[in-house]
């Protein structure tokens, strides 16, 4: 471990000269491509206010969501009616859409405790 600490040193060195050297050119590039969703001006009680109106947008779609969610329910509820007609062709797209679900759910999990397999770095 100890041999890697000159060579992380040198390459934190390496990427803080890069961003001093290109740093305020990438964030102008970026503010210009995306000013038409700045709010001028940008003080703390427009942020309050962009904060309070996501916040009640989010609490104003919760009715549309609940309605989508009773909805997926009923198609799951007729799929499950018509489990006779159930072949080995659907049947393993099903196992595989499982699958799917467990592995990102998985990848999930290792990203939030940063790259280990393991655990988390205690």
């Known amino acids: 471990m100890a041999s890697k600490l000159p060579q992380l ?8 000269n890069l961003l001093a050297k290109n740093g305020n050119t990438y964030y102008k590039q970026m503010m210009e491509k995306n000013k038409g969703y700045i709010q001028e001006p940008p003080t703390i009680e427009n942020c ?16 549309s969501r609940y309605e989508a ?3 997926e329910l009923e198609g799951l509820k007729d799929v499950l009616k018509t489990t006779g007609e159930l072949n080995v062709e659907k049947a393993g797209i099903i ?20 790259g280990t397999i393991t655990g988390y770095y205690v």
Not at 9 to 16: F, G, I, N, R, Y
Not at 48 to 63: E, G, V
Request: a positive charge; proline letters at 2%.
């Open 69 to 71: 969610i009773w909805k």
């Open 48 to 63: 309050q206010t962009l904060a309070k109106q996501l916040f009640y947008t989010r609490l104003a779609s919760i009715p």
């Open 95 to 114: 196992a595989l859409f499982g699958v799917e679900c467990f592995a990102w759910f998985w990848t999930g999990e290792v990203v939030g405790r940063g």
């Open 9 to 16: 040193q040198t390459k934190l060195v390496q990427v803080s």
